[in-house]
């Protein structure tokens, strides 16, 4: 038996076929950081909340407290840049994949629930930090600068890449690993200052690897044809 794809959110058509609760108009929303995996917090989201989700790229809600639209982080920086709403297989749940630039929950940790992974990977937590810098802009940070002066940002990554290159020839493995290091770091504050992401780049090369995977299919397919 086949499993039903997620359905993609992306407009005022899609948030029509959804299945709110017929006794309060709602329908329940996790949030999952999209670099990490990690799931995040759920809430609960009327349909004027996903038209300003879609319309803004910030995650929006509706506050069953208050009665009213919420704006993740409206208040504290910590807003929620959304990648991809996806509906589940009835229409009546929402995932949300989201970038957050800083903790999710109210009581200040980065998730509602009580158990704190670790980050996937080095990379995912680098790019946390840049998210978190990028809403709070705290003064005397290099990665604040770098956000704020586009001269200064591509000036670094074209020098890093150079001293990559340059340490790639020498064959210095112990240096290789620090300049990549550095262009790493300056390529994802460059990917964010561009309101692009780690998940963006991460989709777009497992897109590739599964069209090369369906390309190297057809091509097998077309060999056995012809024997």
Request: glycine share 6%; with cysteine.
């Amino acid at each position: 038996m086949s499993v039903p794809a997620p359905r993609p959110i992306r407009s005022v058509a899609d948030i029509a076929k959804l299945r709110f609760d017929p006794r309060d108009d709602l329908i329940p929303v996790i949030a999952q950081d999209a670099a990490t995996g990690d799931v995040l917090m759920v809430a609960f989201a009327d349909r004027a909340a996903l038209e300003h989700t879609l319309a803004t790229g910030e995650m929006h809600y509706h506050s069953r407290s208050r009665g009213e639209l919420w704006r993740k982080g409206e208040t504290s920086g910590n807003v929620q840049r959304v990648r991809e709403l996806l509906a589940d297989c009835d229409g009546d749940a929402i995932l949300a994949l989201v970038d957050p630039a800083g903790p999710a929950c109210h009581t200040g940790t980065r998730t509602c629930f009580a158990v704190e992974r670790e980050p996937s990977s080095t990379l995912a937590e680098l790019w946390r930090v840049i998210e978190e810098r990028a809403a709070q802009r705290p003064e005397g940070s290099y990665t604040t600068r770098l956000l704020e002066n586009s001269n200064l940002r591509l000036k670094k990554l074209g020098e890093e890449m150079a001293e990559l290159i340059a340490a790639l020839a020498s064959r210095d493995s112990t240096r290789v690993s620090q300049e990549a290091a550095d262009l790493l770091y300056h390529l994802l504050v460059a990917l964010r200052a561009a309101d692009s992401s780690l998940a963006a780049v991460e989709a777009e090369l497992a897109r590739r690897r599964a069209n090369q995977q369906v390309s190297r299919g057809d091509a097998e397919e077309r060999g056995e044809r012809h024997r």
